[in-house]
């Protein structure tokens, strides 16, 4: 029987269960540092809104 000489789907199983171990370490990774990431773009936004506020209030001094 060909179906036990063939070893071609062995390699895409194997190439799947590597994508999937990435997938599943990336979103353990998020979930871990999910506080900080959700800081981290708090953190931009209120960077930026003081930046141009800021310029906005030194436009307005210098005339």
Avoid: C, H, P
Avoid at 34 to 41: A, D, K, M, P, T
Wanted: proline share 0%; glycine share 8%.
């Amino acid at each position: 029987m060909k179906i036990f000489e063939d070893e071609m789907a062995q390699g895409s199983a194997e190439m799947i269960l590597i994508f999937g171990g990435i997938i599943v370490i990336a979103i353990v990774a998020a979930v871990f540092y999910r506080n900080y990431l959700s800081g981290l773009g708090n953190e931009i936004v209120d960077n930026d809104l003081n930046k141009l506020t800021n310029s906005i209030d030194n436009l307005n001094d210098k005339f």
